[in-house]
């Protein structure tokens, strides 16, 4: 048990809970960082994780994250994420699913979840039919924000490059700006195809070579096989896969003057910002640049809460106050000589009244 309070990603989680349906076969993680500031909230995340333990620390880790996250957004919600632990491919069933709603509704409201890495707008629909607490439900009318939240995460990484290509290389056009962009599924397709459309030159990659050769045709980009695109030289190297990424020696191999993508959790541990920082590399805090899919099943959840229908225009109103909050963070990072992660981190910390 000792051991277990002292790991380092555990940062005094309100509740972590083991969930087993022997059943359905069901194991999954469930972790409320706090809600200081409302309902925990954050998507689910369907993974086949090497070891219980790596799943254990992911979910931790993305927990605490969504907490900095919905703080920072503005939005009257806590920190929390589920992992199941499983193969997408293989193994995802509705009586798994029905059970995990089980799991969710027991919690009373405490924790509510979306769609994460391997989780469908269908998932959450059959997690529905056993909870009220999940978002990321189909649109129902015109006007009305809800649904997949990639194609609202896409949209404020694409205003929060906007932003960091101003910032750091003076450019208010993304013309010729040459974006490096690991991982092309629903966010990273998302972002490659709104940067497109303003002109900016795209290498693609993904483990899935034939999705992101399949995108590169569509947009008539380039792309490289996936353990080359940390070291392609371009402006801004964006990744929108799986976190962790950003290590001692992958910073040092980074060819690039911005790091700004969707990933959750990219720097492998806290003092790797730093090194960002040193090297004179721009570092876009994941949880500022990638909020607009939680400000879209935030304010979905929130408004059928209320009885009433989610207003778009809100969401998007939301969506563009990212680029103002990462350019605070940077002049505040530059007036300090803080990395733009540890000011990020602070500002974080004291919403949710742990500063
Ligand atoms: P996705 O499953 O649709 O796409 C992920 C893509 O990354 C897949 O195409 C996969 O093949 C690829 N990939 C995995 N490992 C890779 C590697 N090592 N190199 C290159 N490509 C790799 O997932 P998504 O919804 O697009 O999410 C992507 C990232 O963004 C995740 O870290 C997720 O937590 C984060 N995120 C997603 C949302 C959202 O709204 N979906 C919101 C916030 C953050």
Not at 74 to 100: N, S, W, Y
Not at 101 to 122: F, K, Q
Not at 192 to 216: F, H, M, N, V, Y
Request: charged share 20%.
């Amino acid at each position: 048990m000792t051991a277990f309070w002292a790991e380092p990603d555990f940062d005094a989680h309100e509740l972590v809970q083991l969930v087993h349906d022997r059943a359905s076969g069901l194991t999954a993680i469930i972790a409320i960082h706090s809600t200081h500031c409302g309902p925990a909230a954050g998507g689910t995340r369907f993974w086949h994780y090497a070891d219980p333990a790596a799943a254990m620390r992911d979910c931790l880790r993305l927990a605490r994250g969504m907490s900095y996250k919905n703080a920072m957004a503005g939005l009257p919600l806590g920190g929390g994420k589920a992992v199941i632990l499983a193969d997408p491919e293989r193994t995802k069933t509705q009586a798994m699913l029905a059970a995990f709603g089980d799991a969710i509704a027991a919690l009373g409201g405490r924790y509510v979840t979306a769609e994460d890495v391997g989780m469908s707008e269908a998932d959450m629909v059959a997690i529905a039919a056993r909870t009220v607490h999940v978002s990321g439900l189909p649109v129902k009318g015109a006007g009305e924000a809800g649904g997949d939240p990639g194609p609202f995460t896409a949209q404020g990484i694409y205003l929060g490059i906007k932003a960091a290509v101003r910032h750091q290389l003076g450019k208010d056009s993304l013309a010729g700006v040459h974006v490096a962009l690991q991982g092309t599924g629903s966010v990273g397709g998302g972002v490659a195809r709104l940067l497109a459309r303003d002109g900016a030159r795209l290498t693609l990659a993904d483990i899935d070579a034939g999705r992101a050769a399949a995108l590169a045709a569509e947009l008539g980009a380039a792309h490289v096989p996936s353990e080359a695109i940390m070291t392609t030289p371009c402006d801004v190297f964006s990744p929108n896969a799986l976190g962790a990424i950003l290590d001692e020696a992958r910073i040092a191999a980074l060819d690039c003057a911005i790091v700004a993508g969707g990933a959750n959790n990219q720097l492998a541990r806290p003092e790797h910002g730093a090194l960002l920082a040193q090297r004179g590399i721009l570092y876009a805090p994941d949880y500022v640049i990638n909020a607009g899919g939680i400000i879209s099943v935030g304010i979905e959840y929130l408004a059928r809460r209320e009885g009433r229908r989610a207003d778009l225009a809100e969401v998007t109103r939301l969506i563009g106050q990212i680029p103002a909050r990462l350019e605070t963070i940077w002049q505040e990072s530059a007036a300090r000589g803080e990395p733009a992660d540890v000011v990020a981190d602070r500002m974080a910390q004291k919403l949710i009244g742990r500063g």
